[in-house]
């Protein structure tokens, strides 16, 4: 057996022993070192760079590392076998989605004041954020021999005196601090209860028995479990205040990037708790933790868990086979589910927090659409609208209060930095707008995040979804790529490997916040995000055709998804992925599957608002359609073979290019 | 640090590390090593004898302890410090209650006769054995793409069609193994549902999913928890037939051989806890897990479990304080509780397993005599009956199907073979009959159990409750002791310690199964014994006088109780535990709270009836009876001090010690 050292930037070494001939790849995962490995480890997408510092591995060459690259020791884990003791580095980029969890600072977010919106949106249509829990104060006489009534029957009688229900359920939770909570607080004591309906009392459940001068808030979970991304709030289920928001990569991320490879893993010999760890032991647990230690909960306050997230993944997350998700005929073990607690899954909440899952319509539109679309208010408009999810793969919803209907492309997780040589999450260090300059073809950067100590921007480490859009849209306005997204200039940021495939250095390996290798865009990358804007643009026409409609008809379109806040709509239409459409009409909500979320966590009526958008919204399955192939051809070009569609470009464009010469 | 071995006579060496001058009995609660120390290890039982094979301790001369026993290595280990490595012998007797687990043939017991005849009593009086489990046969018809509904709600619909209930609800158990149970078997299934009412369908729960060829019956755990013994049956909730019993010590024994003792202990540091990990993970678990062995049934189908304890170990079963049980006013944290689940407890069941806890009345009249009570069928008779339970303490119902009285008296684990230096639970090995010769003073004894290889008897290990009866009944018949338990006769069995103090020899050394020591009983066992049967005929006396009776108006008695099968009620009546009715008046009615828990765990009904039996009994509490003490004082004699009470019994003595001379 070999030792085998993985070193990183920002954290603890983790070792393991390895046998020989072992696969690097493999090594990491079982040592629980999170690299990024978009293609599942087949060699193809070239993101599990390690650098190898000491020891030696047996590689096979890759159009991914140069020689240069090669001599410095850059090494594709996938392809590398261990073959002696071995201490590699995992670089920032690598390890992205393991070292960087962000616990929102709140003051300064552009982002709460949208989920504050969209929460006043949802009362505006009529659905009061009622979610029946509160706390009440309950006083009662002290036992005696002449009244020796046991604990629970005394605070069951109290509490249906105070609220006229005629039983109360005490929690196993409760029951078992009981006795030692009202004796430390002479018989008054402070209970968190849910009520089971609105107007009637019901049975009241009490959640948790604490002294009456506790002042932690009641509180609530919602998350937003993308297939690359992980975000979550802590909320106040009283005020509905916002608490706390984290967001971190998806810990399954080491699985594959796409829902396909995770499932095939989940196959395999205890894979299904595997990917379940991976999700909740890894990700969601740890941003639970780090949220309440940011404002000092307990954890044990969190009495209501809503999720919102793709088929596989609320699947995958509740430990339930997702399969037959991926073999015809494609079906779902649930839509709806009111079979989970907190317990049953080891989430870091009370043990009987029930998990609302919000419902998916079929395995390729999730609970993430029904939440978004609860959040893009487009059910509660007469007009038409058009509202875009692009997180890994796009989904689309598209309707009024009348009818809905969606669809999904595989647009792949280019949006989210995926599959993408430079790419990256919208978080610390990513390249989120970007602009170029026709003549000098020098870029000016906007990067996310500012240096804590010195309020100083930080120095760029990738590219996120908006960065990409910017970069390609100048770069074509520049004519310094051709519609087919080659490059058709030469210059100082222009670079080409040994085959003579072209990239674009955004920023050279001395300026990065790694400093290991220029942050650059190249003709893969390139291609890439043209295939996946070319499968949203080709969706919204096929969907709209099979309605009989053109894009003429959307007064509206909401874009959401971890593409970034700082999207170019602009930008956007200017490479083809959004149709031509006045910019006015465009708007970007940002994460409303986790806005919808934490609609429905505060709100029963908003979660049934959810299952009744989920049970009429139609799906429209893109790859029945004869016409879909042909568009998404058609459409992957820049901004489109018909040039026609996209009139304001063409403008744009040679502006561009007559500026440049 | 010194290295201390316990070994054992049937199983393997503990070892565990101690400091210079711990207790020894700490030392062995650390290892979990269970050493019997009814005291809580003060030195006044002399139970947790324990021989040194090998190094030294530091222990304080006990009289417990002869100078012949001494010289042998024989030493208590609550008065010993180890000051060496060590190594010491616990012997079968002191381990008792950990090695004797046992699971019951079932053909050949008359104790599941007993069970069988209580069930059909139950039935008798009205009260179906329903609990509204059953298994369903669900076929539906499989997905396409044309069906593409998810498989919860294709399951669910398809239970409402067949049962005509209009919702369902799915354990998240069978959630999670829906999609590859499905699949496995052409969406033919066979389901565990549980129906919320008898008569209306209500929203039937799924527990369990599974091939429809699956043989497994639907089971349920009834668990009778005692101070001392745990014993549990696995029952067959469609039949009602038992399908193993089982029954070991109490693990907690260890710390304390009464409830008062156990409650200290569990108000230090993760002291419920350890108390609740004692009575679970290491008495109940290991119960079902070899009941399950026996039977080849897969743990996880116990859907249902009923609990029949008393006040006290209800609570720590829960892991609910039960320290305001010792304390005035003396409050249990429940009487009735609906909050348990297995899952909530770490019981080896189905993890929604509900647990019904027989109720109970007060601190000191738990749920064991409740449902001992209902197994009594006291309850359903217009005659006056008495219910006898003799546990460690004895408990007793008085009253008929119009008003029940109980009452619960200090008699300490006597009758359980506690405070008796070789006394023993009724179980293999156990001295449970005796006659003695009048002239020769030769007894003849009969044993509890069969070597399972020669089918031959078990030589002797301990005596057990009703072989103590019968011993000293026949001392006190043969004249060989005297009305205060005092030995006034001489002879080969009769020894006498440095002190005078007197015993007799029922087995020697060589003929007993440990060959350790002689099985006796000494002067302070008969004085405990006298004062624990005084405490029982006091408290009958002393109950009936509150009401206006006398033993006279009795029509019936029945006792229950761990006290042994083999109890002979002619000579318990000769010592003056039982007041002098005619024999055919006595039933012995064996485990009548485990008798009860299996009725309620069957029957729905019995679970309503054991509630209102429990809400309409009174509690009376003898202490606050003036008489009582005088009572107690005037019953501690053979039989009596008023021996007019005992008009039989004289007759009988002055017939044996005519024999005698």
Same mark, same amino acid.
């Given at each position: 057996m070999f030792h085998v050292t993985f070193k990183f930037e920002h954290s603890d070494d983790v070792s393991i022993y390895a046998a020989p001939g072992e696969n690097l790849l493999e090594v990491a995962r079982k040592a629980n070192v999170a690299i990024d490995a978009p293609c599942s480890g087949n060699g193809s997408c070239g993101k599990c760079r390690v650098k190898l510092l000491s020891g030696q591995v047996q590689t096979q060459p890759s159009r991914h590392i140069s020689q240069e690259e090669f001599d410095a020791g850059w090494r594709l884990a996938c392809t590398s076998k261990v073959m002696d003791d071995t201490t590699v580095l995992v670089p920032d980029i690598s390890s992205a989605y393991r070292d960087r969890m962000r616990v929102a600072d709140l003051d300064s977010k552009k982002e709460i004041e949208i989920f504050q919106r969209i929460k006043d949106n949802i009362i505006q249509a009529g659905i009061p954020l009622e979610n029946h829990m509160s706390s009440l104060l309950v006083e009662m006489s002290p036992p005696s021999l002449d009244d020796t009534m046991p604990d629970n029957e005394r605070l069951s009688r109290a509490i249906c005196a105070l609220t006229g229900a005629d039983r109360v359920k005490i929690s196993y939770?409760?029951?078992?601090?009981?006795?030692?909570?009202?004796?430390?607080?002479?018989?008054?004591?402070?209970?968190?209860?849910?009520?089971n309906k609105e107007g009637t009392v019901g049975r009241p459940y009490v959640f948790d028995v604490t002294s009456p001068e506790d002042k932690a808030p009641i509180c609530g979970l919602a998350i937003d479990i993308g297939t690359t991304t992980v975000a979550a709030l802590i909320v106040d289920m009283e005020t509905g205040n916002i608490l706390a928001k984290a967001s971190s990569g998806n810990g399954q991320i080491r699985y594959g990037a796409d829902v396909i490879n995770r499932i095939i893993e989940s196959t395999r010999a205890n894979g299904r708790s595997k990917l379940q760890r991976a999700v909740i032991g890894e990700t969601i647990n740890p941003l639970i933790d780090n949220m309440c230690r940011s404002i000092g909960l307990d954890r044990l306050r969190i009495f209501r868990v809503c999720v919102?997230?793709?088929?596989?993944?609320?699947?995958?997350?509740?430990?339930?086979?997702?399969?037959?998700?991926?073999?015809?005929p494609f079906i779902p073990a649930f839509f709806e589910t009111d079979s989970l607690n907190a317990q049953d899954l080891g989430l870091h909440a009370h043990p009987n927090a029930r998990i609302c899952i919000s419902p998916n319509i079929g395995s390729y539109v999730g609970g993430d659409i029904t939440s978004g679309t609860l959040a893009s208010m487009i059910w509660n408009k007469e007009e038409m609208s058009l509202f875009i999810d692009l997180g890994t793969n796009g989904e689309l919803v598209f309707g009024n209060s009348d009818f809905m209907m969606s669809c999904a492309c595989s647009a792949g997780p280019a949006f989210e930095g995926g599959d993408i040589s430079c790419g990256m999450r919208a978080t610390t260090g990513a390249i989120d707008s970007c602009t170029i300059d026709p003549v000098t073809m020098e870029p000016t950067l906007s990067v996310i995040g500012t240096d804590p100590e010195t309020d100083e921007p930080v120095p760029p480490v990738g590219i996120c979804g908006s960065g990409i859009i910017d970069i390609i849209s100048e770069l074509y306005r520049c004519g310094i790529i051709n519609s087919k997204g080659l490059f058709v200039r030469e210059g100082k940021r222009i670079v080409r490997d040994e085959h003579g495939m072209?990239?674009?250095?955004? @920023?050279?390996?001395?300026?990065?916040?790694?400093?290991?290798?220029?942050? *650059?865009?190249?003709?893969? &990358?390139?291609?890439?995000?043209?295939? @996946?804007?070319?499968?949203?643009?080709?969706?919204?026409?096929?969907?709209? *055709?099979?309605?009989?409609? &053109?894009?003429?008809?959307i007064d509206h379109v909401y874009v959401a998804g971890g593409i970034g806040s700082g999207i170019n709509m602009r930008n956007a239409v200017n490479i083809g992925m959004f149709p031509d459409l006045p910019l006015e009409k465009f708007t970007y909500i940002g994460n409303s599957s986790l806005s919808g979320a934490y609609c429905i966590l505060l709100s029963k009526a908003a979660e049934e608002k959810v299952a009744q958008i989920a049970r009429n919204m139609t799906y429209l399955e893109l790859s029945n359609e004869p016409t879909y192939m042909d568009e998404f051809v058609a459409a992957c070009f820049l901004p489109h073979t018909n040039a026609s569609l996209f009139p304001s470009v063409q403008q744009v464009k040679l502006d561009g290019k007559g500026d440049a010469q």
């Open positions: 939770f409760a029951m078992k601090k009981l006795p030692d909570v009202l004796r430390e607080n002479d018989f008054k004591v402070k209970c968190v209860i849910k009520y919102a997230s793709n088929t596989t993944m609320n699947h995958l997350f509740a430990g339930i086979s997702a399969n037959p998700l991926r073999m015809e072209g990239a674009y250095v955004l @920023a050279w390996q001395k300026e990065t916040g790694t400093q290991m290798r220029d942050i *650059s865009i190249n003709e893969v &990358d390139i291609d890439n995000f043209i295939r @996946a804007k070319g499968a949203i643009f080709s969706a919204i026409n096929v969907m709209l *055709s099979s309605l009989g409609f &053109d894009v003429s008809v």
